[in-house]
């Protein structure tokens, strides 16, 4: 049963930095690829960036390049977003996902298992 748990949310201010975990189960992160997504209030959720089975990224949202980073820890089954330089705008709850393919996508509708998301709250 492939299951997925965001955690790391909170709320930080304008700048700084937050580490969010999507903790799998049901499978390796070595199969199947692994996305980050977001919702803001009252917007459609979008892709952010992706890892493929292979450990290679794909960014989806150019306004997080430079700033938003993904990586796995294979031996924990942990996949981990760094965001650093955060914005009022990256205010969202932010889930992780996976299609069960091991290539990524940065659609939503292409995913198939969610997790329940975690809320991050940029603000002074």
């Known amino acids: 049963q492939v299951q997925l748990v965001e955690s790391g949310g909170g709320l930080v201010q304008p700048a700084g930095s937050l580490s969010l975990s999507c903790a799998a189960s049901g499978f390796t992160l070595d199969s199947k690829a692994i996305g980050w997504f977001r919702q803001a209030p009252g917007k459609e959720r979008e892709g952010l960036l992706c890892?493929?089975?292979?450990?290679?990224?794909?960014y989806y949202l150019d306004s997080v390049k430079g700033r938003f980073t993904i990586s796995r820890d294979n031996a924990k089954n942990t996949v981990f977003l760094q965001m650093n330089s955060l914005k009022p705008e990256d205010t969202a709850v932010y889930y992780c996902?996976?299609?069960?393919?091991?290539?990524?996508?940065?659609?939503?509708?292409?995913?198939?298992?969610w997790g329940k998301g975690t809320l991050v709250t940029v603000s002074s």
């Open positions: 996902a996976t299609s069960g393919a091991g290539y990524c996508s940065g659609s939503a509708n292409a995913m198939t298992y």
């Open positions: 890892m493929n089975r292979l450990g290679v990224n794909s």
